[in-house]
C-alpha cells in the first residue's frame, strides 16, 4: 500500500511538473483570438497582420513597398507555428502564397515573444537571395 501510495504521489508530481511547463489553454487561447495580431507603419502606411488558428496554422498578410520602392504590393502566406511557452516561431516556405504584383511570397521566419497583448518578432525574409531583417511588435 505505501509503495502504491509513493508510486501516487510521484506520478502526480510528474503530471503537475509537465503541466506547469506547457502554455496554459488561456494563453493559446489570446494567440488563436478571432481577430488577427496587427504591425502598422505610420511612417508609410505599411501593415503586416498575422492570424494564428488552431496548431499549427498560421497565415500572413504584408502590405508593402515593393524591394525597389516603385510601388506598393500585398503578399499573402501559409505556414506553421509551434508554441512553446511565452516562445512563438513561425515559419512560411517560399511559395507558400501569392503577391498582387504577380510574384510569389518570398520565405520567411519569425521567432515572437507573446505578452498576451503584443507579439515582439525578430526575424527574416529572403527575396532574391538577399537577406531582409524584421523586428516587428503585432498588437
Given at each position: 500500500?505505501a509503495?502504491?501510495?509513493?508510486?501516487?504521489?510521484?506520478?502526480?508530481?510528474?503530471?503537475?511538473?509537465?503541466?506547469?511547463?506547457?502554455?496554459s489553454?488561456s494563453?493559446?487561447?489570446?494567440l488563436?483570438?478571432?481577430?488577427?495580431?496587427?504591425?502598422?507603419?505610420?511612417?508609410?502606411?505599411?501593415?503586416?497582420t498575422?492570424?494564428?488558428f488552431d496548431a499549427?496554422?498560421?497565415?500572413?498578410?504584408?502590405?508593402?513597398?515593393?524591394?525597389?520602392?516603385s510601388?506598393?504590393?500585398?503578399?499573402?502566406?501559409?505556414?506553421?507555428?509551434s508554441?512553446?511557452g511565452?516562445?512563438?516561431i513561425?515559419?512560411?516556405?517560399?511559395?507558400?502564397g501569392?503577391?498582387s504584383?504577380?510574384a510569389?511570397?518570398?520565405?520567411?521566419?519569425?521567432?515572437?515573444?507573446?505578452?498576451?497583448?503584443?507579439?515582439?518578432?525578430?526575424?527574416s525574409?529572403?527575396?532574391?537571395n538577399k537577406?531582409?531583417?524584421?523586428?516587428?511588435?503585432?498588437k
Amino acid at each position: 500500500m505505501a509503495k502504491e501510495r509513493n508510486f501516487l504521489t510521484a506520478g502526480l508530481l510528474v503530471f503537475a511538473a509537465t503541466a506547469a511547463l506547457l502554455p496554459s489553454e488561456s494563453m493559446a487561447d489570446a494567440l488563436t483570438r478571432s481577430s488577427c495580431w496587427v504591425y502598422l507603419r505610420d511612417s508609410d502606411g505599411s501593415k503586416r497582420t498575422l492570424c494564428f488558428f488552431d496548431a499549427p496554422r498560421v497565415t500572413m498578410t504584408n502590405y508593402n513597398y515593393t524591394v525597389d520602392h516603385s510601388s506598393y504590393t500585398t503578399c499573402n502566406w501559409s505556414g506553421h507555428y509551434s508554441q512553446s511557452g511565452e516562445k512563438i516561431i513561425a515559419t512560411f516556405p517560399q511559395n507558400s502564397g501569392k503577391c498582387s504584383n504577380g510574384a510569389s511570397s518570398p520565405e520567411t521566419t519569425a521567432v515572437c515573444n507573446f505578452s498576451g497583448d503584443s507579439l515582439s518578432c525578430q526575424g527574416s525574409t529572403i527575396i532574391d537571395n538577399k537577406t531582409y531583417e524584421l523586428d516587428l511588435v503585432f498588437k
